[in-house]
């Protein structure tokens, strides 16, 4: 907001930041001549940033996100420029489509069928977008169509036609070439036949010339061998020479070997020598005597005199090292050898010795005994190199010859190797010939075997090459439909698939784009194996769900799964759990973790119970936002990069069963629906039933579907074999032996498949019609769920999961009663099942609910047997829908339009039904018919004419809706009970003791509350019954409380204690936690057999789905009824209560009395004002300590205290909660009728009708079951005169219930019919503004005043009742002002002139829907009327102040217009107190009704006090014969009143015989408490003669009001 703003966001940059900005600036300042101060660098900046800062933000308008934004940032709308981007236009479709679609190959005719596809995509998106309008009016369920979902089929597209072409080809390749094999191998048998033939004679002639060839080769053979035996002689004598000249040769070497080694490192040691080592020697000018020994040894040896200067001389020679290293030591003269002997004996004549005088006289020394020791080796050698010489000379001669001979012995060899060659040749080629005739014979015989074997196939083959080639040219138009399905129809139901497929279809075959006539997604991308083994997963058979497989594995984005009965978890889990599946739930807080590891392994992950947002660090993900880097495919996990393995799967799923996910999150995943299909529910429960009651046949139908999954891959495998054997086999395929033995073993385990197959399918035929015996009970189950299902739009909390529906399911199975009759068996399965299911259901549901649920039962089970039709069942939801009254016919006198129209609309839609002639009946006898339906039950009364044969049960209930409408309710209740039993309209008391047993450790018990219900004594009173009072341990749950109830259920856990956490709808944030808590309890080891759970909550949206589905849930309210209320009181009184008082005879009587009022005071809530001002919550408790007192008060005291006994229970325990005097007049007044003298009295009745009363004396004496008794045979409908009111409170009552009935179970129903068109809402609301704001009158200017209205009195001042007028004017101008400008704002708000605020906001929202808006209701007068009828009262309130502001004071008042009447009423008496100098609290009106009804009436004002006008009565009348309060006319809800005079008294005394009659502003009565101690909605009490007791028409809420609610 700051950055568009300002461009600035304040403390974004520390202190250190800041300096290096302005470093940086500082330059571009000083360019631009700016003064270089820190402030001036600064703003410079932000200029720049201001300038140069381009910000794009897209917000998607969907939900409230944008809205919110742009209130709280001003700036959004203000510093933005803002375009808004619509739906693209189908011209944009197509051209996107027509650039993707450009390089496509399409074959023939390319053109025309791009263009057609192309048109196509943009229809598809269009038609999508439609049916999501359509489906979100019908069902309620939200789905975004976004151009990623058009981007997206186009992509599918593309890359699955490529791929199913490429798979479409290979099929048609390897079947084409085992085909081209087949065929070749047929037309090669013939040429083989005649190939065999000319073979024979030319294998005879091969045969004789081998065997003349044998016969020279054998002779010539024998003289090579004479000839090789004396060649080897000779060449052994040859080798023993060879071997003798070698042992010389190797003697001469050893003796050499002696003498070398020390020549070659004196050799060495010279080398080693530098011209300094020489030099050195030289420069002694007297050498030590070693080094003159070796110098002398050295002149000797070279034949030089051997004194010190020759040895000088030698050494200074400079071939002096080579003359050494190249000396001929092979002819030292022995002479010169003897002289060297005295210096080699010399001991001193060692290197080592020499050494330590000199290293260069070291190397000489080595030298010279090298040549010593040489020559003697020599000298031995010698005489052998001679003998060597002379055998070597020899041995060469004895080669020569040998050669000689060996050469002759080759040619001997060579002829024979010749004749043997062409020997073996010729046999060679005989072998050929054999093997060829052979081999031809055994290629026939192969060639047989594969034409007789693979015959068949090669004829299926051929078929199945034109069908594959027929259908790869279908492709086109198949995939096109397929990739629009996975694309788009994921979050649709079935039958919007369906239909949405249909016209794809049809629009494809129009356009002359091939495409199967009965499309079916699962016929065109599902692999039949695949699908049996998702079915064997958990995947329901259906072909709903076969295509949800499709949609999850096949789908460009990640599945997001809508799976309220977990159905796609189980499937999910059950296949990838060999891919080791990685489960998370949405809160974990490890989702990141586990994806990394996951991704980085390539094993799928399940993230669990999304909600309708998800986490935006998994986006990366479900974006698929990988890239590449240094060669490795990477993706961004929270923040690291993670190397991306291509085997990663992503699921998730959500419990919630209508999520509303916004575009946001559309685009980002495929979202399905996997919500379970009847279809497929029936089937589910079908095998419950069938495994329930014919084991066998189920376990033989399970098996045959995994032996049929197998064999029929094992032969699709086994095809691919053949095929594959065949495509990749090179040459003649007949002489692959291997290849044709594996080709005929393939071809006969295929046919024993096959056959296996075959039979198997027949036996599957059999077993599946023996199971389909079995439907009506799986159909029924089926009926029963979905009817459970839809509970949960009427109630958050009403939540059961599938699961616990098929375990309550399979247990009526096991306990219904048993019968060899399988139709005896069937009824009895379905009755038990039907009515166990509703019991276990109902004691979850709240009263209202328990009718609306047993009839919803009800008529889903005649709906599904066809007893109902649509037709019926809509007429009696919705009656004649919205009808044209000018087009009826006459109505009838005595009947309502609404009623006409209904009895119109029958007759023309329901002849079938019986309705054929309806409206004459009624236009010609209504009078009948209304006489005959003017009793208590309606439904029962008979029918004038024959219309009671004609008529079915349902038919009268749609009678019952047209003429007695509030009787609705109480017909449906009896129709439930003739229908499916007396027992669904019974609702026992909660009784603990029989749904205890249904619990367990890992299964919470949850108390659903109303408001005021407290069932922590219950609780606490079955659990001291249990002897676990005292293990018993509770806690309220609220802010900081969470992680309290945290260590109690983990300590409880190990203990076996019992945890009740009461009041769980006020720890919204510890919800999550609870959910995670309770669905650990299954899979925890550790936690205590006794332990239990239980939770009270109010009903919340927010409460854990999977605890609410997983829990036993009871509803805790107040019993509806007075037979209820008491059937539940009684319960739990027990026979030690019953006997604990001293005085047992009065006690129990007035025991029943306090129970009875307890009851009354209850029930009288239904009846709304009428009942009570304020609905109080009165509860157990208040019973409970009022009866305690009682027993007390009895007790204690001789005589009943009565007064005591009223005041402690009527003014302190029930009067506690009273807030408002006039409903504590009441409640003392309803009291003191069952704390009186007369109740101890046998005779003593409640009401008039004398069924009820305190049971006698003489059955309260044989115990409490006597009262049980009598209150179980108390009638179920209660009369309107026990509560002391008229006849009229109970239509009103029944009217509102049955209102509420039909609008509960309409609102279960999809939305068809009404279809779009019209006014936008906007368009709606600005014209509304238009039209008040020309209506609102102008504000009432004291300008206007006439000449006597603002007269001052005689001391100049005005008086109360001018004063009054001026209140009066302000207030309406305040509100006028209000009302004009907030219509003009919100004008300019709707064009977008002005933010749309919040408060306008609401107020669009409130003029959509008729609601007076909550910004004109601060600064209005009190009111219920809805917006138009508002809008006139506002216009005729005014009217009355202009009248009484220019023609001066009126001669009556119109109470009704006025903002603050209590104001009026104290300016009236005002005025008389100074008119006759009374003190003003000595005054009270007194009040007399006159005989004028209106204002207009009244000619002249009275001479004290005023004349008020405009009152109406509710729930009495003024009867104008008699002049006093009368009972209201039958079906007269309120009654006016006349003009009343209201005259100030002195000290005025009413009487007492009067019935003192609150005056209300408007009929809801309650208001706030105001500082005087009454409500702000009293005006006063007005006094109305009567001829009855005043408490009888205070138990009837009598009461004046000024205005009505419409």
Request: include cysteine; charge should be negative; glycine fraction near 4%.
């Amino acid at each position: 907001n700051n950055i568009l703003n300002s461009g600035e966001v304040p403390n974004l940059l520390a202190s250190d930041e800041w300096e290096r900005v302005i470093a940086a600036v500082t330059p571009a300042c000083t360019a631009l001549g700016i003064p270089e101060t820190r402030d001036n660098v600064k703003l410079h900046f932000i200029d720049r940033v201001r300038e140069n800062l381009h910000i794009v933000l897209c917000m998607s308008p969907v939900g409230n996100a944008f809205r919110v934004r742009c209130r709280q940032f001003p700036s959004l709308i203000n510093c933005c420029t803002i375009d808004w981007y619509d739906r693209w236009p189908a011209e944009a479709l197509q051209s996107v489509s027509t650039q993707f679609f450009e390089q496509l190959d399409l074959g023939d005719n390319a053109d025309a069928l791009r263009s057609a596809l192309c048109t196509m995509c943009s229809e598809i998106h269009i038609s999508v977008v439609k049916m999501a309008e359509r489906f979100h009016s019908e069902q309620r369920r939200r789905f975004y169509v976004t151009p990623k979902s058009f981007l997206e089929l186009i992509s599918l597209y593309l890359s699955m036609l490529g791929e199913q072409r490429e798979k479409m080809d290979a099929a048609i390749s390897r079947l084409s070439v085992g085909i081209h094999k087949l065929t070749e191998t047929n037309e090669l048998v013939s040429g083989m036949k005649e190939e065999l033939n000319e073979l024979q004679p030319i294998l005879k002639q091969k045969t004789q010339e081998a065997e003349e060839l044998l016969v020279r080769v054998a002779k010539d053979s024998e003289d090579a061998a004479k000839r090789e035996a004396e060649v080897a002689i000779e060449a052994d004598a040859t080798k023993k020479m060879e071997e003798s000249t070698q042992a010389i040769a190797d003697d001469a070497k050893r003796d050499l070997d002696l003498a070398l080694p020390a020549f070659e490192n004196a050799l060495k040691a010279l080398n080693a020598l530098s011209k300094n080592d020489i030099n050195e020697i030289k420069s002694f000018a007297k050498p030590p005597p070693l080094v003159r020994k070796v110098m002398e040894c050295v002149c000797l040896l070279l034949g030089q005199p051997t004194d010190w200067d020759s040895a000088k001389k030698v050494l200074s020679d400079s071939q002096f090292m080579n003359k050494l290293v190249t000396y001929d030591k092979d002819n030292i003269p022995p002479k010169i050898i003897k002289g060297v002997l005295k210096y080699y004996d010399d001991p001193e004549f060692e290197p080592e010795v020499v050494q330590k005088v000199s290293l260069a006289a070291k190397s000489l020394c080595m030298w010279c005994r090298a040549m010593k020791v040489y020559d003697e080796v020599a000298k031995d050698v010698e005489p052998k190199k001679k003998m060597l010489a002379e055998s070597t000379q020899k041995l060469e001669d004895a080669r020569a010859e040998l050669k000689k001979v060996q050469d002759e012995l080759q040619g001997v060899r060579d002829r024979v190797a010749a004749l043997r060659k062409q020997c073996d040749d010729t046999i060679a080629e005989k072998e050929r010939l054999v093997d060829q005739a052979n081999q031809t014979e055994m290629r026939l015989k192969r060639a047989g075997k594969l034409t007789s074997g693979l015959g068949d196939e090669s004829v299926r083959w051929v078929s199945t090459v034109e069908e594959l080639t027929q259908s790869r040219s279908d492709l086109t138009g198949n995939i096109f439909v397929a990739s629009a399905c996975i694309a788009y129809y994921g979050a649709f139901t079935s039958e919007y698939r369906n239909e949405l497929v249909a016209s794809w279809a049809t629009g494809c075959e129009e356009r002359n784009i091939p495409v199967l006539s009965d499309f079916r997604l699962s016929k065109v991308l599902a692999d039949p194996v695949k699908v049996r083994d998702w079915n064997i997963w958990g995947l329901p058979v259906d072909d709903y769900s076969t295509e949800n497989g499709i949609l999850a594995t096949r789908g460009k984005r990640w599945p997001l799964c809508i799976d309220p009965q977990s159905q796609a978890n189980k499937w999910v889990k059950n296949m990838e759990s060999k891919n080791s599946l990685k489960v998370v739930k949405s809160n974990d807080p490890n989702i990141l973790r586990a994806l990394e590891n996951s991704i980085r392994l390539g094993s799928p992950v399940l993230l669990e119970d999304v909600s309708e947002e998800l986490d935006p660090s998994i986006d990366p993900v479900l974006q698929k936002q990988v890239f590449k880097q240094q060669g490795r495919l990477l993706i961004r996990v929270g923040d690291s990069d993670v190397d991306y393995n291509d085997s990663f799967r992503f699921y998730m799923t959500t419990k919630m069963p209508n999520p509303h996910y916004l575009p946001e999150v559309c685009i980002k995943v495929t979202i399905i629906n996997f919500t379970v299909t009847i279809k497929g529910l029936e089937d589910q429960l079908l095998g419950l039933v069938v495994r329930e009651e014919r084991p066998d046949l189920e376990k033989q139908k399970n098996h045959l579907v995994l032996s049929m999954a197998a064999d029929n891959k094992q032969l699709k495998d086994l095809e691919d074999k053949i095929l594959r054997l065949l495509s990749t086999s090179e040459g003649n395929i007949l002489d692959n032996e291997t290849l044709i033995n594996t080709l005929s073993d393939s071809k006969i385990t295929s046919g024993v498949i096959q056959r296996r197959v075959k039979e198997a399918e027949e036996t599957e035929k059999e077993i599946n019609e023996t199971r389909l015996t079995y439907t009506p009970a799986a159909v029924r189950g089926s009926i029963l769920y979905f009817v459970i299902a839809d509970l949960a739009n009427i109630d958050p909390m009403y939540q059961f999961s599938l699961e616990y529906f098929t375990n309550l399911f399979h247990v009526c199975i096991s306990k219904s009663i048993k019968s060899d009759v399988l139709e005896t068996r069937l009824a009895n399965i379905m009755e038990y099942a039907s009515l166990n299911i509703y019991r276990n259901v109902s004691r979850g549901l709240f009263g209202e609910h328990k009718t609306i649920y047993a009839f919803l039962l009800t008529t889903s089970i005649m709906r599904a047997r066809g007893e109902i039709s649509p037709a019926q069942w809509m007429t009696l939801l919705t009656g004649a829908g919205v009808f044209d009254e000018a087009a009826l016919p006459k109505c009838p006198d005595g009947l309502e339009v609404v009623q006409w129209a209904q009895v119109v609309h029958m007759a023309n839609k329901l002849p079938g039904e019986g309705f054929a002639g309806f409206d004459d009946e009624i236009k010609q006898n209504s009078a009948a018919w209304i006489h005959a339906l003017e009793v208590a039950e309606p439904h029962k009364a008979a029918l004038p004419g024959d219309w009671d044969a004609r008529l079915d049960a349902f038919g009268r209930l749609l009678v019952t809706r047209v003429f007695r409408v509030e009787k609705l309710v109480l017909a449906c209740a009896d129709f439930v009970a003739e229908k499916m039993g007396v027992e669904y309209m019974e609702n026992p008391p909660l009784n603990l003791h029989e749904v205890f047993p249904d619990s367990t450790k890992a299964t919470p018990l949850v108390f659903v509350l109303s408001t005021g219900a407290d069932p922590m004594s219950t609780i606490l009173r079955f659990a001291a019954e249990r002897n676990y009072d005292t293990r018993t341990h509770s806690i309220s749950l609220g802010q900081g409380q969470g992680p309290v109830a945290d260590k109690l259920i983990q300590e409880a856990c190990r203990s076996g204690d019992w945890v009740v956490l009461s009041n769980c709808h006020l720890a919204k944030s510890w919800m999550p936690k609870l959910e995670k808590v309770v669905e650990a309890f299954p899979n925890s080891y550790d936690i205590h057999d006794d332990f239990r759970l239980w939770l009270t909550s109010m009903p919340v949206s927010y409460f854990p789905v999977p605890v609410l589905q997983n829990s036993i849930k009871m509803t805790f309210e107040p019993p509806k009824g007075i037979r209820a209320n008491l059937k539940g009181t009684w319960a739990t009184v027990t026979d030690v209560m019953w006997d604990s008082c001293t005085k047992p005879r009065l006690w129990h009587k007035l025991l029943f009395g306090i129970t009875f009022f307890h009851a009354v005071v209850q029930e009288r809530r239904k009846f709304g004002p009428l009942g009570w001002n304020i609905r109080y919550e009165f509860n157990t408790t208040d019973l409970e300590v009022s009866m305690e007192t009682l027993r007390m008060f009895l007790d204690e005291q001789e005589e009943i205290p009565w007064d005591a006994l009223l005041y402690v229970s009527g003014q302190i325990h029930y009067g506690g909660r009273v807030t408002d005097d006039w409903d504590r007049r009441c409640l003392m007044c309803i009291l003191r009728k069952y704390y009186s003298a007369q109740i101890l009295e046998d005779a003593y009745f409640f009401d008039e009708s004398g069924e009820y009363f305190a049971p006698d004396h003489s059955d309260m004496d044989e115990g409490v079951g006597a009262v049980r008794k009598y209150v179980e045979g108390l009638p179920t409908q209660d009369g309107v005169g026990l509560f002391g009111l008229h006849h009229n409170a109970r239509i009103t009552f029944e009217t509102q219930e049955t209102l509420k009935l039909l609008d509960t179970i309409t609102a279960l129903q999809p939305r068809t019919g009404g279809g779009a068109g019209g006014e936008s809402p906007e368009e709606m609301v600005s014209a509304l503004c238009e039209k008040l704001e020309g209506d609102m009158p102008v504000k009432l200017d004291r300008e206007e005043a006439g000449l006597t209205t603002f007269e001052p009195n005689e001391k100049g001042d005005l008086d109360s009742l001018q004063i009054v007028l001026l209140h009066e004017m302000s207030r309406f101008n305040k509100l006028l002002a209000r009302v004009k400008q907030t219509l003009i704002d919100l004008r300019k708000a709707i064009k977008g002139l002005v933010v749309m605020s919040g408060e306008l906001d609401s107020m669009f929202g409130s003029m959509l829907i008729n609601k007076v808006p909550l910004l004109w209701e601060k600064v209005s007068f009190l009111s219920l009327k809805p917006l138009s009828s508002w809008v006139k009262d506002l216009q005729s309130r005014v009217a009355f102040f202009r009248t009484w502001l220019v023609q001066g004071r009126p001669v009556c008042f119109a109470m009704p217009a006025f903002f603050f009447p209590q104001g009026f009423m104290t300016g009236a008496l005002q005025l008389h107190a100074r008119k006759y100098a009374i003190p003003i609290d000595t005054l009270n009106f007194s009040f007399d009704v006159l005989l004028e009804e209106t204002l207009e009436e009244v000619q002249e004002a009275p001479e004290d006090g005023v004349k008020i006008s405009g009152f109406f009565m509710d729930g009495a009348r003024y009867d104008r014969e008699t002049r006093m309060v009368a009972d209201s006319l039958p079906k007269v809800m309120t009654d006016t009143v006349p003009v009343i005079h209201f005259k100030p008294t002195e000290n005025y005394k009413r009487n007492t015989a009067d019935y003192e009659c609150p005056l209300y502003k408007t009929a809801v009565r309650a208001g706030v408490l105001s500082t005087t101690g009454q409500s702000t909605n009293f005006v006063i009490a007005v006094d109305l003669p009567t001829d009855r007791d005043p408490n009888y028409w205070v138990r009837m809420g009598a009461a004046l009001l000024c205005a009505l609610s419409d």
